[in-house]
């Protein structure tokens, strides 16, 4: 492989996103409204002119129309079990169809494309099937309690088992865990797996990619996925190639490369976080590669987000979601089995309390894994739901199950940024706070800045860390993953941070959400079409 001259490596370095500028409206949701505003605007024009000219033309058109309508109507009437999302995207297709049919294609197709589905379904299951021979059959849990329930069902249906040895922590910043990763990856021997959304230029990669080219020059293997959208603006074009050329021992590959507005596949990207070192240490939580989650770059106030550290068999499970997606998507497929340890678990469900569980979530699960493991929660709760978020876009299912926790006496808690990174997005999480709050719901809004965690904590009992907001996108569109854990000191910490959270966040009143008779038709507006969002 032909080696980069030094001038050349930091000519790259220096280069970002030169030459994807205009990629950024291209896949802006305001500038994709506008456009296809204005296209509405420009048919509607062209369909008047043909009505006062020539009827005949505007009637061969208007049944062309007709017929499309009523074929959309019948794929989102049967691809889309939910109804509150059927409801906005009838709405919108049979009011605006010229608006409708285009942006449904752009973000109403929840499912992956039929290629990218076979990939993925034929690298589940290749690495299923050697798991199966390197391991052995696994039993399933049977549950010893209520919390249990979920585990079983994670271990039947998203094919991860749960664990009864090992080490859970929480990281309450991403300062803080920071030192913790550059330190393993730093006693790495054999391999290195990276995942994330994005990755950016700054302190937090450079630190990173330093110690991962020291470790490739030593023999270790080192292999990097990130989404191609999530780096659009943050890392030069090809940028993949370039680290690839750095050592032979370094194998990259992009997530669903950036192509033009309207194609169906750009509706998934891959939202998830894992750093593996070794198949003994992982990590994962809300926290990129970029420098506002480790303190080092100011946006919106003080960036808050949280992470964990697991070792242990758990492990095995983040390796297993790494390697799904590797083999499904790069030309160098790798042996799982290469990338696994011997177990060690010496407790069972009966011999101890504690309990680790990594998943993933993606659109091809169904029933969605993400969505159970948050409505077992909710309703399992008798004291309290405490909840991180930085979007809450909610559907009707989810929304109704955490107003029916609340008004059953559930202490059912949800933060939210003070300050928005997204103010559309904000608006929308703003349109639902009238409705919680009615229920009883209470929330509180992060006031030092934007908050970017996803946590879930039931009953301080037990909880979940992880890349998956409460909102639609992120549920049922996105590739992501998370940690259920419990019988732990973690959980302990998730509680303390829960409650350092809500003494420096402004608890909403009925005043904060008080709005004129247009704020509120704009809010029901909102609430209807937000999962088309």
């Known amino acids: 492989m032909k080696k980069l001259s030094k001038r050349k490596m930091q000519w790259i370095e220096r280069t970002v996103a030169n030459d994807r500028g205009y990629k950024i409206y291209l896949y802006n949701r305001f500038f994709a409204f506008l456009f296809s505003a204005l296209l509405q605007l420009g048919l509607f024009c062209f369909f008047a002119f043909l009505l006062i000219y020539n009827s005949r033309y505007a009637f061969i058109l208007q049944t062309c129309m007709f017929a499309l309508q009523v074929l959309f109507l019948l794929i989102i009437l049967n691809r889309h079990p939910r109804p509150s999302t059927k409801m906005g995207w009838i709405l919108l297709v049979v009011m605006i169809p010229f608006f409708g049919v285009p942006w449904y294609l752009l973000n109403g197709m929840v499912r992956p494309q039929r290629k990218m589905k076979k990939k993925l379904l034929k690298a589940r299951k290749e690495n299923r099937e050697a798991i199966a021979q390197f391991y052995g059959e696994r039993p399933l849990p049977n549950p010893t309690n209520r919390a249990d329930a979920i585990t079983r069902y994670l271990a039947e249906h998203a094919g991860y088992p749960v664990c009864y040895d090992g080490e859970v922590k929480y990281y309450k910043a991403g300062e803080e865990m920071f030192p913790d990763m550059l330190k393993a990856l730093e006693s790495a021997e054999k391999f290195i797996l990276v995942e994330y959304f994005i990755i950016a230029h700054g302190k937090m990669w450079s630190e990173i990619r330093k110690i991962l080219l020291e470790k490739a020059s030593l023999g270790v293997q080192v292999r990097i996925i990130y989404d191609d959208f999530g780096c659009m603006t943050t890392l030069p074009p090809r940028y993949e190639k370039y680290l690839e050329k750095l050592s032979e021992n ?284």
């Not at 680790?356 to 894994?369: A, G, I, K, M, R």
């Not at 509180?444 to 998956?468: Q, R, W």
Request: hydrophobic fraction near 40%.
């Open 250 to 533: 370094i194998k990259c590959i992009t997530f669903n490369n950036v192509i033009p507005m309207f194609a169906l596949r750009m509706n998934n990207r891959d939202h998830r976080k894992m750093l593996i070192i070794d198949g003994k240490t992982a990590f994962t939580g809300g926290i990129n590669v970029a420098d506002e989650y480790i303190g080092e770059k100011r946006r919106f106030g003080y960036w808050k987000d949280t992470g964990v550290r697991i070792e242990g068999d758990g492990v095995m499970s983040m390796t297993l979601a790494f390697m799904d997606m590797w083999n499904a998507f790069s030309k160098e497929k790798e042996d799982v089995r290469d990338y696994l340890l011997p177990r060690s678990e010496t407790h069972d469900a009966e011999t101890t309390s504690f309990r680790v569980q990594p998943y993933d979530n993606s659109p091809l699960h169904e029933p969605n894994t993400a969505e159970a493991v948050y409505a077992d929660m909710i309703q399992r709760a008798e004291k309290s739901v405490w909840i991180f978020t930085p979007y809450l876009v909610l559907d009707e299912y989810m929304r109704e199950l955490l107003c029916a926790s609340a008004l059953r006496g559930v202490d059912v808690r949800i933060v939210t940024p003070a300050i928005p990174d997204k103010k559309i997005v904000y608006r929308l999480t703003r349109a639902n706070y009238g409705v919680l709050m009615k229920a009883g719901v209470k929330i509180y809004e992060y006031t030092p800045g934007f908050i970017h965690a996803k946590n879930m904590l039931c009953d301080g009992k037990s909880a979940v860390v992880g890349t998956i907001n409460l909102d639609y996108r992120s549920l049922y569109h996105h590739f992501e993953n998370g940690v259920y854990f419990s019988g732990c000191e973690a959980v302990q910490e998730v509680e303390r941070d829960c409650e350092e959270v809500f003494a420096v966040s402004r608890l909403c009143t009925k005043e904060d959400v008080k709005s004129s008779l247009i704020g509120r038709l704009v809010d029901s507006l909102l609430r209807v079409f937000e999962t088309l969002l």
